[in-house]
C-alpha cells in the first residue's frame, strides 16, 4: 500500500467508526425507551428467567415486533432496538465493502460481499 | 427491579472485562447469570449473544480511528467464522443443552489458561507468509520506540481456526474472542493489541450471523437483554478508553480466577454434581 492508500484507508475507518458510534446512540436510545415502558408494564412483577418457555409471551417473529410496536409494548420496542444492532453489523460490511470500492481492493470487495451474503443467508435457514 | 439491577451490574463487569481482555464478555456472561441469577441457558445465550454484538460495537468506534484494527486481516478470517457461526446455529437444534454447557465451561477454562500467559510481541525477521504480502495485510502499530511494521504468518491455518470459533459462536452464543486472539496472536504472530482490536472488530459480525437463529427460537428475550445491553455498553465503552494502559499483573491475574472458577462450576452444574 501507499501512503496515500494508507491515509484514505485510515479517513474511511474514522468515518466508518462514526457512524456506527450513532448507530449505536440510537439503537440505546429506543431500547432504554422500550425498557422504561417495560419496567412499567412490568411493575412489581417477580422476574423469572429460570425455565425456558417457547411460548412466553414474546415477539420473535417481525412482523410480531411491528404489530408489538404499533401497541407500544416496551419489549417489542426493546426487541426492534436488538434488531437494529444486528442491521448495524450488516451496515458495517457494507461500508466495508464500499471502503475497500474506493481502494479498488477488488479481493478485499468481493471478501465482504460473501461475507454479507453468508449473513443473509443465515436470515433463511 | 432488584433483579434487573443486577443483571445491570454484572453485564457492566462482563463488558468491562470482556474489551480488557479481548475475550468478548460473552463467555463470562452466561455462566454469571446462569450461577448467580439462576437464569436459563437459552436465555442467557440470547441475551449474551447481543452483548457480544454491543461490545464490538461500543469499542469499535476508540480502535478504528486509533487504526488498529486491521480491516483485511479481519474480513479475510470473517469469512470463514460467520460461516462456521450459520453452521454452530444450525446445530444448535440437535445438541442438548449438558453438552452445551461442559463445551462452554471448556472454553472457559481455556480463556484462563490463554489470559494467564505473558504476552510478549516477538518481533521476527522471517517474510511474512506470501499470501500476507500480495494481499496487503501488514499493518503499522504504535510501540514505546514508535511506530513498527507487524509482519503476518500462516493466514490459513489462522483462517482454518477462525471457522471452529465461528461454530463455537454460533452453538454458546459468545464471541469466540478466545480462539480469534489465539489464531492472531500465536498462529498468525501479530502484536497482541492488534490481534484483541482486530478480535474485537469482527466478533459483532460473527455474532450477527446467528443472531437470526436465536432470535425465531425466542433465546432473546427483551426483558433480560435490556439490562444486559445497557450494562455492557457501559462496560466496553469505558474498557476501549482504558484498553491502551494495559490492565496490570493482578489484575489480570484476578480475571484468570474468576474465569477459571465460573468454568469449573458451569462444568460441574451440567453434568449434574452442583
Not at chain 1, 457494507?94 to 471478501?111: N, Q
Not at chain 2, 462496560?235 to 484476578?254: D, H, K, Y
Amino acid at each position: 500500500m501507499t501512503n496515500a492508500e494508507k491515509e484514505l484507508e485510515h479517513v474511511i475507518q474514522k468515518r466508518m467508526g462514526r457512524i456506527l458510534f450513532w448507530g449505536m446512540m440510537v439503537c440505546t436510545a429506543i431500547i432504554l425507551t422500550g425498557g422504561a415502558l417495560y419496567l412499567s408494564e412490568h411493575a412489581g412483577a417477580k422476574a423469572n428467567f429460570g425455565v425456558f418457555i417457547t411460548s412466553q409471551n414474546q415477539p420473535r417473529t417481525l412482523s410480531a415486533v411491528v404489530k408489538g410496536i404499533v401497541s407500544s409494548n416496551g419489549g417489542a420496542i426493546i426487541a426492534a432496538g436488538i434488531l437494529l444492532l444486528v442491521v448495524l453489523q450488516y451496515v458495517r460490511v457494507a461500508l466495508s465493502i464500499g471502503m475497500f470500492v474506493r481502494m479498488k481492493a477488488w479481493f478485499f470487495t468481493g471478501i465482504s460481499v460473501f461475507i454479507l451474503g453468508v449473513l443473509l443467508y443465515a436470515l433463511i435457514v | 427491579m432488584l433483579f434487573l439491577l443486577l443483571v445491570f451490574l454484572i453485564s457492566l463487569a462482563a463488558g468491562l472485562l470482556g474489551v480488557l481482555t479481548g475475550l468478548g464478555g460473552g463467555v463470562v456472561l452466561i455462566p454469571a447469570l446462569m450461577l448467580l441469577l439462576g437464569v436459563n441457558i437459552h436465555y442467557a445465550m440470547g441475551a449474551s449473544l447481543i452483548a457480544v454484538i454491543v461490545t464490538s460495537s461500543a469499542a469499535a468506534p476508540t480502535f478504528m480511528s486509533q487504526g488498529l484494527s486491521n480491516l483485511r486481516i479481519g474480513l479475510f478470517l470473517e469469512t470463514a467464522a460467520a460461516a462456521g457461526a450459520v453452521a454452530g446455529a444450525i446445530l444448535l437444534s440437535v445438541v442438548p443443552s449438558q453438552f452445551i454447557g461442559v463445551l462452554l465451561g471448556v472454553v472457559l477454562l481455556y480463556s484462563a489458561y490463554l489470559s494467564s500467559r505473558q504476552k510478549d510481541d516477538v518481533t521476527s525477521e522471517r517474510p511474512s507468509d506470501p499470501i500476507a504480502v500480495r494481499l496487503g495485510m501488514e499493518g503499522e502499530y504504535p510501540t514505546a520506540d514508535g511506530i513498527k511494521v507487524y509482519r503476518v504468518y500462516h493466514v490459513l491455518a489462522g483462517t482454518g481456526l477462525l471457522g471452529i470459533a465461528g461454530v463455537l459462536s454460533g452453538l454458546l452464543g459468545i464471541g469466540s474472542g478466545a480462539v480469534k486472539v489465539l489464531a492472531m496472536d500465536r498462529i498468525m504472530r501479530l502484536p497482541y493489541k492488534i490481534s484483541t482490536t482486530t478480535s474485537n472488530f469482527i466478533i459483532g459480525i460473527t455474532a450477527a450471523a446467528s443472531a437470526g437463529v436465536y432470535f425465531t427460537r425466542g433465546y432473546i428475550d427483551p426483558g433480560l437483554t435490556m439490562p444486559v445491553v445497557l450494562g455492557v455498553l457501559a462496560g466496553a465503552t469505558f474498557g476501549a478508553r482504558v484498553l491502551l494502559r494495559a490492565p496490570s499483573r493482578i489484575l489480570r491475574l484476578v480475571f484468570v480466577i474468576v474465569i477459571a472458577v465460573l468454568g469449573l462450576q458451569l462444568i460441574a452444574k451440567s453434568i449434574g454434581i452442583y
